[in-house]
Structure formats: C-alpha cells, structure tokens
Nanobody, 120 residues
C-alpha cells in the first residue's frame, strides 16, 4: 500500500508564498516508481483541477494560471514532492492534493489533502 501525505498548507495573505510537501511512503522504495506525480486543487463548490505535474525524469507542466508563480519539484532520495507557490491569489484558496501514478501498472494514489487559504 502506498501512502501520500501532504503538508505545508495554511493561511497566507494575497501576494504571499507557501510551500507544500508530499511525502510518499508504504510499499515503495522510491518515488521513481511513479511515472508522473502532480498537485491538484479543489476549491469549495468546484471540481478538482490539475495544478502541476512532474514526470519521473523531472519534466514539468503547469496550468496556465500558475505559470511563472508556482514551481513543482521532487527529491527522489527523500521520496518527497514539493509545490512552491508564490504571489498567491485569493481565488487559489482550495484543498491541495498530491497525486501519483505508478508505472507500469498505472495505479493512481491520492493524499488526503492540505488546506490553503489565501486572504485578500
């Protein structure tokens, strides 16, 4: 069984920064088993949306609204993934979720989410 645990959420003022972390543990030796890892968010009353992804090889992709402000990264040795969020906006208030897709099975795993509130 694989566990993903997010941390780092909290309250931040508009224009401020937060760094989220996602720790992977359980029946894995390395997050390199994941073909893709990513961050999603779900605001109240809205659908969950993709924020950013990072592949096993470190290639990254972002939703247009966060490009230039958010940075996804990972530390394979520590089995951690991060999301550095800068210049945050009130409409980015949401629960942020960590996701990982294993290779070659394609099994997808989710964390329990961490709440981020951006005050205006």
């Amino acid at each position: 069984q694989v566990q993903l645990v997010e941390s780092g959420g909290g309250l931040v003022q508009a224009g401020g920064s937060l760094r989220l972390s996602c720790a992977a543990s359980g029946s894995i030796r390395s997050i390199l088993i994941f073909n893709t890892m990513g961050w999603y968010r779900q605001a109240p009353g809205k659908q969950r949306e993709l924020v950013a992804t990072i592949t096993r090889n470190g290639f990254t992709n972002y939703v247009d609204s966060v490009k230039g402000r958010f940075t996804i990264s990972k530390d394979n040795a520590k089995n951690l993934m991060y999301l550095q969020m800068n210049s945050m906006k009130p409409d980015e208030t949401a629960d942020y979720y960590c996701n990982a897709a294993a290779w070659p099975t394609g099994d997808a795993y989710w964390g329990q989410g961490t709440q981020v509130t951006v005050s205006s």
